[in-house]
C-alpha cells in the first residue's frame, strides 16, 4: 500500500512580525484564527479546509521560510481578486495559467509581508 494524498493539511510559515502576518492572512486572504500555542508563539489560521501556521522566526523549527504555496480561491472573479489586493497594497508579482491539483488554471502571484510567495488559484479552464 502506497501514500495517498488527498490535499494540503497545512504549511507552517517563520514570520518575523507575528501582527503584521495576521493582518496579512487576516484581512487580505480572509484566514481567521482558530487556535493559538501561547508557549511557542504559534497561531494557527483556517484557510478553507486547510491551515497556516505562523511561528515567530526566533522560534523556527526548520529551515527559512519555502518556496511558496498554493490555495485555491473560490469563487474566482480575477478583476475581484486584483482590486481586493490593490485596496490592500499588495503587488501582483506574477499572473498566468499555470498548472495544479485541477488542472491548468488562472493563478497569481503575491508576496506576504515576511518574503512567502503565495499562489492564488483558480480553477481549471
Given amino acids: 500500500m502506497g501514500i495517498s494524498i488527498a490535499n494540503i493539511d497545512h504549511v507552517v510559515l517563520n514570520v518575523q512580525d507575528m501582527d503584521r502576518a495576521l493582518s496579512f492572512y487576516r484581512d487580505v486572504l480572509g484566514c481567521n484564527v482558530?487556535?493559538?500555542v501561547e508557549s511557542i508563539g504559534l497561531v494557527?489560521?483556517?484557510a478553507g479546509a486547510c491551515m497556516i501556521d505562523l511561528v515567530p522566526a526566533d522560534r523556527k523549527?526548520?529551515?527559512p521560510n519555502m518556496d511558496h504555496f498554493c490555495v485555491r480561491v473560490e469563487p474566482w472573479d480575477e478583476a475581484?481578486?486584483?482590486a481586493h489586493l490593490e485596496?490592500?497594497?499588495v503587488a501582483v508579482d506574477q499572473a498566468g495559467l499555470r498548472y495544479g491539483a485541477e488542472g491548468e488554471g488562472p493563478s497569481?502571484?503575491?508576496t506576504d509581508p515576511d518574503g512567502n510567495?503565495?499562489?492564488l488559484k483558480g480553477?481549471?479552464?
Fill in 34 to 36: 482558530e487556535r493559538e
Fill in 44 to 46: 494557527q489560521m483556517r
Fill in 61 to 63: 523549527v526548520s529551515g
Fill in 80 to 82: 475581484a481578486v486584483r
Fill in 87 to 89: 485596496k490592500h497594497s
Fill in 108 to 110: 497569481i502571484y503575491i
Fill in 117 to 119: 510567495t503565495v499562489e
Fill in 123 to 125: 480553477p481549471a479552464v
